[in-house]
């Protein structure tokens, strides 16, 4: 997947796991919406290991680089360059 694909595909997890987490704020034992929320989690995780490991952290949390905090590298994920 291309970085702006796989950028694109972590936005769209986002807005589902928010719109989900809004449901179940008044809905706490909904089994299908837990379901929901569980399945879109991992396809998000996923994405966001896979855009970490090609092209570098989305937010400070994702720096894994032992050696140096590679945080500050460019392009930014917000920048034009990198999507």
Same mark, same amino acid.
């Given at each position: 997947m291309s970085m702006k694909n796989l950028m694109l595909a972590i936005q769209?997890? %986002?807005?589902?796991?928010? %719109?989900?987490?809004l449901f179940l704020d008044t809905h706490?034992? @909904?089994t &299908?919406?837990?379901a929901y929320?569980?399945?879109y989690k991992q396809l998000r995780d996923n994405a966001v290991h896979e855009y970490v490991e090609k092209w570098g952290p989305? &937010?400070?949390n994702n720096s894994?680089? &032992?050696?140096k905090f590679?945080?500050?590298? @460019?392009?930014?994920?917000?920048?034009?360059?990198?999507?």
């Open positions: 769209m997890y %986002d807005f589902y796991l928010n %719109d989900i987490k706490p034992e @909904d &299908t919406a837990l929320y569980k399945h989305i &937010t400070a894994v680089n &032992t050696s590679s945080w500050i590298n @460019d392009p930014w994920p917000w920048e034009r360059s990198a999507n």
